[in-house]
């Protein structure tokens, strides 16, 4: 009976042993994650901080004495600052824009039977399998024929082409996940279709709204090709800005990564302010 307790125990303390080893080694696997995805921003961040010198100094320099001479050069040198709003105003109106209009069909897809259901919901999804070089030159040649080039209502129509699916698609799914009883329940007081939307479903798939509203945003707020393509001076966004510094002779790296930081800088807060919502996004559907 001794030795069944003993190996009994010897067992236990040899699983307690692996759970630890594997603890550590989950442990490590996280930092350096972490370590990949921050080391980035931080070499940017400290990169604007630097004078050229320093930003060239080999091996690097870790200590230094920061200076906020690029961002004022970004800022009001190369016009970062405009290019900033070009990018908010195009960004924000894209996703207002994409919300308003896809939360609705998302809904319909979601709840109601109709005829060629199953061909829209393909025509959604496959708007994503294009690639962006191929209908670069087709919408610059529409663009141009309309007068719409180097406005900011050319970029938010071209967005939205390609944001509507993405919040479609993430929205049906919130939607199919909310217990059709509760649409019946509210029919069965008197609630309109509209009301059963607005103030049942709507509030119930945020979550999933959120989420959809960040891509969009951050499509919109990333992109180059298009802005490049369809951009003069006027409604040059931030990424574009970005692209101003090359030259043949120098490459000024610390206005280049305080220009870098400005356009990720707004990413990362929006990140912060919406990361509950972001995480039960996410995972919706994940458990049921």
Not at 74 to 97: M, P, Q, R
Not at 124 to 131: D, K, L, T, W, Y
Request: charged share 15%.
């Amino acid at each position: 009976m001794s030795s069944i307790n003993v190996s009994v125990t010897q067992r236990a303390k040899r699983a307690r042993a692996a759970r630890k080893r594997a603890t550590v080694w989950h442990f490590l696997g996280l930092v350096v994650v972490f370590m990949s995805s921050v080391f980035p921003f931080y070499w940017m961040v400290t990169t604007s901080l630097k004078s050229q010198s320093d930003a060239l100094a080999y091996p690097p320099k870790w200590l230094f004495s920061p200076t906020l001479h690029h961002y004022s050069a970004a800022l009001f040198e190369h016009d970062v600052a405009g290019s900033l709003l070009n990018s908010l105003i195009i960004a924000s109106s894209t996703t207002v824009l994409a919300i308003l209009l896809g939360t609705p069909a998302a809904y319909a897809l979601a709840r109601y039977e109709f005829r060629g259901k199953e061909d829209l919901w393909f025509w959604f999804i496959s708007n994503r399998m294009v690639s962006p070089v191929v209908l670069a030159v087709p919408f610059f040649l529409i663009a141009t024929k309309l007068g719409l080039v180097d406005t900011h209502i050319v970029l938010i129509l071209l967005y939205l082409t390609f944001s509507l699916p993405i919040v479609v698609w993430i929205c049906t799914d919130q939607f199919r996940n909310i217990p059709v009883e509760l649409d019946e329940a509210a029919r069965l007081d008197g609630a309109s279709p509209w009301r059963v939307f607005w103030r049942i479903n709507l509030p119930l798939a945020m979550p999933g709204i959120v989420v959809s509203a960040i891509f969009a945003f951050i499509f919109s707020w990333n992109d180059l090709l298009y802005a490049l393509v369809l951009t003069r001076s006027d409604a040059i966004t931030s990424p574009v800005a970005a692209t101003s510094y090359m030259s043949g002779y120098e490459l000024p790296w610390g206005e280049i990564m305080a220009t870098g930081t400005l356009i990720v800088l707004p990413m990362v807060i929006f990140a912060l302010l919406v990361s509950g919502r972001l995480v039960q996004g996410l995972t919706m559907g994940a458990v049921k």
